[in-house]
């Protein structure tokens, strides 16, 4: 029980011994936890020091509000110390009384029992430090991302991990250190507006289903830039697949004014020959130049291993998707580039009315690719 706004004695200047000491009636103002305002009696002997004539007092028995101070029988405190101060010295249990007197008094069991209360609240054990440290990390992790800010530049961070540190940032960047994509990659970036992580993911999973028996095909080549990521993909596990590039080679072909971002036209900037020109160096590689879903005529037997689809708008999204997922091989892997992209919502849509159907749902990287494997 926790007594407080109570005063439980005053300073005694000298203690006889075997006499009982009784705490003054508690002043207007005065309350215990029980709300009984009553003196709180307890009997002290006492003892001489060897260090002069000052006096100890030794708690025998007593009652403080009601609570035996048995259990506390032999604790020396000064004959000048509050009776508080002295219940509140006890180093067992220490937080039984807490007396107005003692608020700008220094205790030393007082802050022990505060510093184990506050120690307790910091546990890591409580839920709500649990969370508030949670919700640090993840800020802290958010931050390093937005900012591509290494663990390197913390030293006293993971001092465990000492391969590629520089390349956590703060998680693994697999494509700073992948020799085969960085090669082809500083050819070839700026033929793309993809960004180095959405490049690699498409690199990393081509390279994946090149295992798989099957032809590899993107609809929406633009420049090139991605088709020669494929090829590379494809050459870095010595596979024999046949790619097949769809495009009209001069920009969009259709739009659909309430769900399609892009003009008819965008992205006109290309040619067919300035990509052949770029793929000049591998081989197996099919052009088809043409509207989708015309230029799929005739490759209906085909089986494929990878797919990309990144045409950007509704119609030509759905009618690849409805004509590329059933010859998906199994483990074949299709990436619907804009699927999860606000200025490319038609794709989204486009991709969905046909996959709705069979009740699949892309997986949507933060990059806003799709996946899907089948």
Same mark, same amino acid.
């Given at each position: 029980?926790?007594?407080?706004?109570?005063?439980?004695?005053?300073?005694?200047?000298?203690?006889?011994?075997?006499?009982?000491?009784?705490?003054?009636?508690?002043?207007?103002?005065?309350?215990?936890?029980?709300?009984?305002?009553?003196?709180?009696?307890?009997?002290?002997?006492?003892?001489?020091?060897?260090?002069?004539?000052?006096?100890?007092?030794?708690?025998?028995?007593?009652?403080?509000?009601?609570?035996?101070?048995?259990?506390?029988? $032999?604790?020396?405190?000064?004959?000048?110390?509050?009776?508080?101060?002295?219940?509140?010295?006890?180093?067992?249990?220490?937080?039984?009384?807490? $007396?107005?007197?003692?608020?700008?008094?220094?205790?030393?069991?007082?802050?022990? #029992?505060?510093?184990?209360?506050?120690?307790?609240?910091?546990?890591?054990?409580?839920?709500?430090?649990?969370?508030?440290?949670?919700?640090?990390?993840?800020?802290?992790?958010?931050?390093?991302?937005?900012?591509?800010?290494?663990?390197?530049?913390?030293?006293?961070?993971?001092?465990?991990?000492?391969?590629?540190?520089?390349?956590?940032?703060?998680?693994?960047?697999?494509?700073?250190?992948?020799?085969?994509?960085? $090669?082809?990659?500083?050819?070839?970036?700026?033929?793309?507006?993809?960004?180095?992580?959405?490049?690699?993911?498409?690199?990393?999973?081509?390279?994946?289903?090149?295992? #798989?028996?099957?032809?590899?095909?993107?609809?929406?080549?633009?420049?090139? @830039?991605?088709?020669?990521?494929?090829?590379?993909?494809?050459?870095?596990?010595?596979?024999?697949?046949?790619?097949?590039?769809?495009?009209?080679?001069?920009?969009?072909?259709?739009?659909?004014?309430?769900?399609?971002?892009?003009?008819?036209?965008?992205?006109?900037?290309?040619?067919?020959?300035?990509?052949?020109?770029?793929?000049?160096?591998?081989?197996?590689?099919?052009?088809?130049? $043409?509207?989708?879903?015309?230029?799929?005529?005739?490759?209906?037997?085909?089986?494929?291993?990878?797919?990309?689809?990144?045409?950007?708008?509704?119609?030509?999204?759905?009618?690849?998707?409805?004509?590329?997922?059933?010859?998906?091989?199994?483990?074949?892997?299709?990436?619907?580039?804009?699927? @999860?992209?606000?200025?490319?919502?038609?794709?989204?849509?486009?991709?969905?009315?046909?996959?709705?159907?069979?009740?699949?749902?892309?997986?949507?990287?933060?990059?806003?690719?799709?996946?899907?494997?089948?």
């Amino acid at each position: 029980m926790v007594v407080s706004r109570i005063r439980l004695g005053w300073a005694l200047p000298v203690l006889i011994p075997g006499k009982t000491y009784r705490s003054r009636p508690p002043a207007d103002g005065d309350c215990c936890s029980t709300g009984a305002a009553r003196p709180v009696p307890c009997r002290v002997e006492c003892q001489a020091t060897t260090s002069g004539p000052r006096h100890e007092g030794r708690i025998i028995t007593g009652l403080v509000d009601g609570i035996s101070i048995s259990k506390y029988a $032999g604790t020396k405190f000064h004959p000048k110390s509050h009776l508080a101060h002295v219940l509140h010295t006890v180093p067992v249990r220490t937080g039984i009384i807490r $007396g107005r007197r003692l608020r700008n008094r220094t205790c030393a069991a007082r802050h022990s #029992r505060t510093n184990t209360r506050r120690s307790d609240n910091m546990s890591l054990s409580n839920p709500r430090v649990s969370r508030i440290l949670n919700n640090v990390k993840k800020s802290t992790i958010g931050i390093m991302q937005a900012g591509q800010i290494p663990i390197s530049v913390f030293p006293f961070w993971y001092n465990n991990v000492h391969l590629s540190r520089k390349n956590y940032r703060p998680f693994l960047q697999q494509w700073r250190e992948d020799a085969d994509f960085i $090669g082809v990659w500083k050819r070839v970036k700026f033929d793309t507006i993809a960004f180095d992580d959405t490049a690699y993911i498409l690199f990393s999973l081509a390279r994946m289903a090149c295992t #798989r028996p099957g032809e590899i095909w993107e609809c929406g080549v633009y420049k090139g @830039g991605t088709a020669t990521l494929l090829a590379t993909a494809r050459d870095c596990v010595e596979g024999q697949h046949t790619i097949r590039l769809f495009d009209t080679f001069q920009g969009m072909p259709e739009r659909r004014p309430e769900t399609d971002s892009y003009e008819i036209g965008s992205f006109g900037d290309t040619s067919l020959d300035k990509v052949k020109l770029k793929l000049y160096n591998y081989k197996n590689i099919s052009f088809h130049q $043409g509207f989708i879903p015309n230029t799929f005529a005739g490759l209906q037997d085909k089986s494929i291993c990878f797919a990309h689809v990144d045409v950007d708008q509704f119609e030509t999204t759905r009618q690849c998707c409805k004509f590329i997922f059933q010859r998906l091989t199994t483990g074949g892997i299709m990436i619907i580039d804009d699927y @999860g992209r606000p200025g490319t919502v038609g794709a989204r849509l486009g991709a969905d009315e046909v996959l709705s159907m069979l009740n699949i749902r892309p997986l949507v990287l933060s990059t806003g690719q799709g996946i899907i494997i089948k």
